[in-house]
């Protein structure tokens, strides 16, 4: 375990090669675990999510990060899974970047097909855990891995935000961890809700993601005022290079009223439909310009009440 892929400020994830009993090949593995300065309470947290992706993979998806298994070495707890050799989305749809200067133009090496079928490849992944009552809470770029095969599948990673919501329909926080707030939907920024619905709002902006190679969402807002922003009505602009219909997707995802916004099954069919149609590019990554976001305000989708306007202000 020599090679280290990913490191946080308390966890680490290394390669390693793992031999499965009965098998002479070993193969490459991704091998999660905490680094000294860890308190107990991550360590409740791995163990949490070593719970979290048994569970998930009782029923194998291609477009879910499989586990293999955990142990303890060394008095370390480790948390073993698939290795997926192109690393994850928000890198690799950065690194695609071509960039030219003279034009202030940002073109791709990949092509809209390719943005489309990631996108497929997560609704996907995202349905079958939103049918084993599962919310992830953390939905983004970042937590998407690459496998490195042909198309490069999209496998949904890090669980370390997932709960199991099969004994009820929502989840709501019960303690103050660090969140993605610029991925989160307006209930669970005011009041702690989490939900498959609200997975979809992180899905129209993971969505975002891919069409803008790798852009961060809400650029320039911090991230202390995005309740107040969102709650406001404002929303992501379409980007010029992207179709109206893929936009219409996106901004389904960002409905207030979260019965409102499409499932999995339905974003993923529509993205389907979508990427099945030769005869137009639906993302022209060779408009893609760079450049600075900036935010549009849809007072009509605003539908606080007003004890939610207070808790916004």
Not at 66 to 74: A, D, K, Q, T, Y
Not at 149 to 160: P, Q, R, T, Y
Request: aromatic share 6%; net charge neutral; with cysteine.
């Amino acid at each position: 375990m020599e090679k280290t892929l990913g490191a946080g400020q308390f966890g680490i994830v290394k390669q390693a090669s793992y031999t499965a009993p009965g098998h002479d090949n070993p193969e490459l593995v991704a091998v999660k675990m905490l680094k000294d300065t860890a308190k107990e309470s991550d360590i409740s947290d791995l163990l949490a999510e070593l719970e979290i992706l048994k569970k998930i993979n009782k029923e194998r998806h291609p477009n879910v990060i499989r586990f293999i298994g955990g142990c303890v070495l060394e008095g370390k707890l480790m948390v073993v899974t698939e290795f997926c050799s192109a690393g994850n989305l928000r890198k690799f749809l950065r690194k695609s970047r071509v960039i030219n200067r003279h034009e202030s133009r940002i073109t791709s090496t990949l092509n809209a097909r390719q943005l489309l079928k990631m996108a497929v490849d997560v609704a996907s992944g995202m349905a079958h855990l939103s049918n084993q009552k599962f919310v992830h809470r953390d939905l983004a770029a970042r937590n998407i891995l690459l496998a490195g095969e042909l198309d490069n599948v999209a496998k949904i990673s890090d669980f370390g935000l997932a709960r199991d919501i099969a004994s009820a329909e929502e989840y709501i926080r019960s303690n103050q961890n660090l969140l993605p707030v610029k991925w989160m939907a307006l209930e669970s920024l005011i009041h702690g809700i989490f939900t498959t619905a609200s997975d979809v709002w992180s899905f129209g902006v993971l969505l975002y993601e891919i069409v803008t190679l790798g852009e961060e969402p809400y650029k320039g807002i911090s991230p202390y005022n995005i309740i107040n922003h969102v709650g406001s009505g404002c929303r992501m602009p379409k980007p010029l290079h992207c179709s109206s219909e893929i936009y219409e997707i996106m901004s389904n995802c960002w409905k207030v009223n979260a019965k409102n916004r499409p499932t999995f099954s339905e974003i993923r069919q529509r993205l389907h439909d979508l990427m099945s149609n030769d005869e137009k590019s639906y993302i022209n990554v060779k408009q893609l310009k760079d450049g600075k976001l900036c935010l549009t305000i849809n007072p009509a989708e605003v539908e606080l009440t007003d004890e939610k306007k207070d808790d916004v202000k």
